[in-house]
């Protein structure tokens, strides 16, 4: 069982920057391949960046050149690092971990805000 918290989100200008942040609790967590998820109101979740347990990382096309996927095992943490923010990246973000072997994403954090303004 893994316990996820994410934080970081806000309001931000566009063009402006964000990191977020998810710790995570309860197994090794270098065994884990972790998500970034985000979902607008009256859309779908989809993943935004991705990072297997040995560090390679894969984007949706959207945010390719602007965000960075990066894990700290040590601290048991994986964050999203977001420049060059557009209105259109406002949504909630959500961290999500699965085992290393596994397809689905099984555990989920509770999710920050990031609201980007014109």
Known sequence: QVQLVESGGG?????GSLRLSCAASGDTFSNYAMGWFHQAPGKQRELVAAITSTGSAN????VKGRFTISRDNAKNTV???MNSLKPEDTAFYYCAARKSWR???EYWGQ???VT???
Do not use: C, F
């Open 11 to 15: 309001l931000v200008q566009a063009g």
């Open 59 to 62: 984007y949706a096309d959207s």
């Open 79 to 81: 964050y999203l690092q």
């Open 103 to 105: 397809v689905s994403y």
């Open 111 to 113: 999710g920050t805000q």
């Open 116 to 118: 980007v303004s014109s």
